[in-house]
């Protein structure tokens, strides 16, 4: 079980992801009881980057613009653990399930959670409405809890995967085409399901933004590929 002790989300603007996410990270920290040196972890889930850039870690980079415990790790210091999950518009869960790993292996702080993307550079198609989210988490407390996740590879179809080339004349790598994965027509009233073109940021913001307190939750979202997750909260 994780829980979520506060979020914030908007959307990116015109500014960059980085900035995005650590304005939201210090708000959202600002307005909880929780202090910034009690965080212990930080992970970020996305799938676009500027330059399409995947190391070092968006979450190092997180770290590092926060001022938080970057200092030499020794068996003594008191470090901050920070790197990226990258799983479609299925990240979040994929974040949360790890965060719940890492808490029970680091216990006694939080999780600071950051989701978003960033169009890669201006030959990349971009279809998208990015939404910056941020969350902190731990495995207690009161606040929406995430009870079970469970993934379905079923639908999963490699050929709607991004297509990213090497365009020699434009000298930047680019997003080709893909096939699409039809959204599912067949839901429970009780279900949530996102849309099968929003990204990871937008995906929680949309899902939390409607969460009811005291009642089941059931969230599901159908990745670009065909992959589904459904998760339960309550």
């Known amino acids: 079980m994780v829980v979520i002790h506060g979020w914030k989300s908007a959307p990116l603007g015109r500014s960059g992801l980085l900035k995005s996410i650590t304005n939201l990270s210090k708000k959202l920290i600002a307005e909880t009881s929780i202090k910034l040196d009690d965080i212990n972890i930080i992970i970020h889930g996305g799938v676009y980057r500027r330059n399409f850039r995947v190391e070092p870690a968006f979450a190092t980079h997180v770290q590092d ?3 938080l415990k970057c200092t030499l790790m020794t068996q003594d210091s008191s470090h901050c653990f920070s790197f990226d999950v990258s799983d479609g518009s299925c990240s979040p869960y994929v974040v949360l399930d790890a965060a719940r790993n890492m808490l029970r292996i680091k216990p006694g702080g939080y999780c600071l959670i950051t ?3 960033e169009r890669p550079n201006p030959q990349s198609k971009w279809p998208y409405q990015p939404i910056s989210c941020v969350m902190i988490a731990s495995l207690e407390g009161e606040g929406p809890r995430l009870v079970s996740t469970s993934y379905d590879l079923s639908e999963f179809d490699e050929s ?3 297509n990213m080339t090497f365009d020699e004349r434009k000298s930047r790598n ?7 994965v039809k959204q599912p027509a067949n839901t429970t009233d009780s ?3 996102g849309k099968i073109n929003w990204l990871s940021g937008r995906h929680m ?3 939390l933004s409607q969460y009811s307190s005291g009642t089941t ?4 979202v159908v990745d670009q590929s065909g992959k589904t997750v459904t998760a339960t909260w309550n």
């Open 65 to 67: 613009a926060l001022g």
């Open 115 to 117: 989701l978003g993307d």
């Open 160 to 162: 709607t995967c991004v």
């Open 174 to 180: 680019v997003i080709g085409s893909n096939n699409a």
């Open 191 to 193: 279900q949530f399901v």
């Open 205 to 207: 913001h949309e899902f």
């Open 217 to 220: 939750n059931l969230h599901r």
